[in-house]
């Protein structure tokens, strides 16, 4: 028994190999499911599909053709099935869709990221490490002075919106009651 275990490694015998490869399997799933979410990841995925996609419409469009000129020249009758073309066209045409959602996806993320760097290109040097300044930081001072342009823009907004609101609320009661 003891024998049978050292040969097969017994199930105690390799605990730092099972930790690592469950740590590995972890992080494959976690990759994994960041590609799911990366709109360009998923744009290089599709494109094979696409391609077979678009291949296969090409191939039932020419036996469609083919089998039509068979059928007007009289040598054929039309007892044999062919494949339907709009099917694979309404295939292809998904995929267009699902690889124009993804670009979509991707310009709207680098626009955030775009626009997030231009309202808050600078990072204000903490406290921790203050010998470290890099050149890119700006100053607390200069840091307040963002935040409260913010600040007064967000405020500038929602008071925008309420005056829309009671115009909108105003424009639906009957003019006499006013």
Do not use: W
Request: charged share 15%; glycine share 4%.
């Amino acid at each position: 028994m003891a024998s049978q275990q050292q040969q097969s490694g017994g199930p105690m015998s390799q605990p730092g190999l099972q930790v690592t490869s469950l740590q590995q399997q972890q992080q494959q799933q976690q990759l994994n499911q960041q590609q799911d979410f990366d709109p360009v990841h998923k744009f290089k995925m599709l494109i094979p599909q696409l391609k077979e996609s678009l291949q296969n419409v090409m191939k039932i469009a020419s036996l469609n053709f083919a089998h039509n000129t068979t059928i007007d020249n009289g040598i054929k009758s039309s007892d044999t099935s062919v494949q339907r073309f709009d099917k694979s066209l309404e295939e292809f045409y998904a995929l267009c869709d699902q690889l124009e959602l993804c670009l979509r996806l991707a310009y709207e993320c680098l626009s955030q990221s775009i626009d997030s760097a231009k309202h808050s290109p600078n990072l204000v040097p903490t406290a921790t490490k203050p010998d470290t300044v890099q050149t890119e930081s700006m100053s607390y001072a200069q840091y307040l002075g963002m935040i409260k342009s913010q600040i007064s823009c967000a405020k500038d907004i929602h008071n925008a919106l309420l005056e829309c609101s009671k115009k909108i609320s105003g424009k639906g009661q009957p003019q006499g009651i006013m």
